[in-house]
């Protein structure tokens, strides 16, 4: 509870109020050097130093000069639109329990608290909002076990304003979630009330940063506890393969027709379930999608790198170098079917280009590839050899392309194109 003044001057106090400070100091005489522009010549004087000490001279002069010291002191801030700010806080728990405040408050309600009916309106919806409810006090008296501490009026020289201070959400606490008999879990996730909007209550792990997924549950007491809930990647997850495939998988679990449990680590006990939770992903999709990132995950361990997944759409090309990059990882070929293949050639008179056209039947072609490396979502894996084989090969052309050689000059390109003479099988290997 903060009592809001609009200015402190430079004033001799002793057993009374004075001017605009009504702090209420007993049996003390104080010196107060600490006005406005006093403060401020220090500042521009660059001695912030001097200037934290004439505020720490200040708090200290007056904190325990409280009349229910010392189990009571006075809490005094500076707010840089509203002046000083000066309360009362109890020393301990002790203190509190043995000196309680009460009092009797005469204040405007403010337009927008209007729908309240009583007080306990008004706390219960700042405890909902997690917000401090402020009201300009018209009177107020205060008082410290036996002790009026306060008596105070607004006019047209001061303003009075009463602070109702709410208590925080419990914190969060680690919990599991987990599908079935452990069929899916998601380890560690801290989960605590997030909202409260009449009789639903948000639970959720929003404020968790270290997490890749936020989930939330949104229980309404009214309706048989009736429960939504929404998972998505966190803040700066949203483009990381882990994050996005623990969402997914959470999904498709969902539509497995799985019980859902919540367990509180500390104890290991159930603290929420939900009996065959449901979406309307549709399932083939959610299936593609979390097989698509499991693979990505193993390539992300087996080559030690980490993927920045697209903004947009998955590409064609972007499916191939997965497939490639899989059958590497376990040493086997990748196999398409070629159709045609149309290769470059730079004439070589030195060379047995002519016999090797020349006697070339159905064979194996092996190309290799200058590039040695497969570029994937903003990585680049490297290998030692790369090469692709063509099977049951035939030049097409193959007079045309012969007499062309004859007639070319060294260093001249010439195009050839090759197809299938029985399956058009090509391996195509990273080693």
Known sequence: MGFIKNALSSKK??????????????????????????????????????????????????ENQHPCAPYWKYDISLNRNEGIKIGHIPTSKEAFEKYPPRGNVRFKLPEEYKWAKNMSDLVNYGYEKQMPITLDVEELKLWIGEHLVETMKSDEHSKCTLEILNREFPPAIPVKIEFGDNIFSIDYLEIGITEINGSKITLSNEKEESSRV???????????????????????????????????????????????????????????????????????????RSKLLKDLHRLEKHYDIEFTLPKDNILEEDLENIAILL?????????????????????????????????????????DLNDKSINLFNQS?????????????????????????????NKDIIKLELIADGDDICKIIYK
């Open 381 to 409: 894996i490297n290998f030692t050899e790369a090469y692709r084989e063509f099977y049951n090969v035939k030049m097409k052309d193959k007079e045309r392309v012969l007499e062309k050689l004859e007639v070319l000059d």
């Open 214 to 288: 936020v989930i939330k549950f949104i229980i309404d007491l009214e309706k048989n506890d009736e429960c939504r809930f929404f998972i998505d990647t966190n803040k700066g997850y949203e483009l990381n393969v882990e994050a996005n495939l623990l969402v997914s998988e959470f999904l498709e679990k969902c539509n497995q027709n799985l019980d859902m449990k919540i367990i509180y680590l500390k104890e290991g006990k159930v603290i929420i379930s939900f009996n065959n939770p449901n979406i309307e992903d549709n399932k083939v999709d959610l299936e593609k």
């Open 13 to 62: 106090a002793k057993n009374k109020q004075k001017g605009k400070i009504n702090t209420n100091i007993q049996n003390s005489e104080i010196n107060i050097d600490l006005s406005h522009r006093h403060v401020l010549n220090l500042a521009r004087k660059g001695q912030v130093g001097e200037v934290i000490n004439e505020l720490d001279i200040l708090t200290r002069s007056v």
């Open 327 to 367: 059958c590497a990882m376990e040493n086997k070929s990748y196999d398409i079917n070629y159709g045609s293949v149309t290769l470059t050639l730079e004439v070589n008179k030195d060379s047995n280009q002519y016999d090797m056209i020349k006697n070339m039947e159905k064979s194996m072609l092996r190309v």
